[in-house]
T-cell receptor, first 114, second 112 residues
């Protein structure tokens, strides 16, 4: 069975603060993919990043960065210098091998105050 | 530009009606999923399909059925809508050997 845990439920920060969203996963498969999605108030799930289990390199995209560590089964997401537009619900998800389920964490509601 | 399209953004139906939610993808993906999202419960998987005419139950299939007659279209059917099926429904399309996973814009269904 697979599982994704996002222990933080709500985070509130002031604009320009850095914030890290945690994601811990469980799977028995050796090949799997991890995803992060952003869900703004409009409701659509916006794809942010995909990482496969064989690639532990950290990734940076503008103010966003991701830290993947297989040793701790974590795939954490950091927003640097947060902005009000970053306010949304963020989901971490896992899919193992072919013909498998895409499993989500419960999501983290991020509020960035001006 | 990749696209997953759900037939309706907002829908209001009466209790007992048969409801069809349609999802179409243009990426030639093998796998398609239906989720519902409720406050405090996150996204819960209803059904998924990894090939035409194939379907698998997810975590909460009761009260729902699905149809996948063509690769690009995955329909969710509420046989007899009930008020506890009022929710946001999200369709996902996954392919490229699980490297691509995109969602439709969501359908907010209200059953009155």
């Amino acid at each position: 069975a697979q599982k994704v845990t996002q222990a933080q439920t709500e985070i509130s920060v002031v604009e320009k603060e850095d914030v890290t969203l945690d994601c811990v996963y469980e799977t028995r498969d050796t090949t799997y993919y991890l995803f992060w999605y952003k869900q703004p108030p409009s409701g659509e799930l916006v794809f942010l990043i995909r990482r496969n289990s064989f690639d532990e390199q950290n990734e940076i995209s503008g103010r966003y960065s991701w830290n993947f560590q297989k040793s701790t089964s974590s795939f954490n997401f950091t927003i640097t210098a947060s902005q009000v537009v970053d306010s949304a619900v963020y989901f971490c998800a896992l899919i193992p091998g072919a013909n498998s389920k895409l499993t989500f964490g419960k999501g983290i509601t991020l509020s960035v105050r001006p | 530009d990749v696209k997953v399209t759900q037939s309706s953004r907002y829908l209001v139906k009466r209790t007992g009606e048969k409801v069809f939610l349609e999802c179409v993808q243009d990426m030639d993906h093998e796998n398609m999923f239906w989720y519902r999202q409720d406050p405090g419960l996150g996204l819960r998987l209803i059904y998924f399909s990894y090939d035409v005419k194939m379907k698998e139950k997810g975590d909460i299939p009761e009260g729902y059925s699905v149809s996948r007659e063509k690769k690009e279209r995955f329909s969710l059917i509420l046989e007899s809508a009930s008020t506890n099926q009022t929710s946001m429904y999200l369709c996902a399309s996954i392919g490229g050997q699980n490297t691509e996973a995109f969602f439709g814009q969501g359908t907010r269904l209200t059953v009155v």
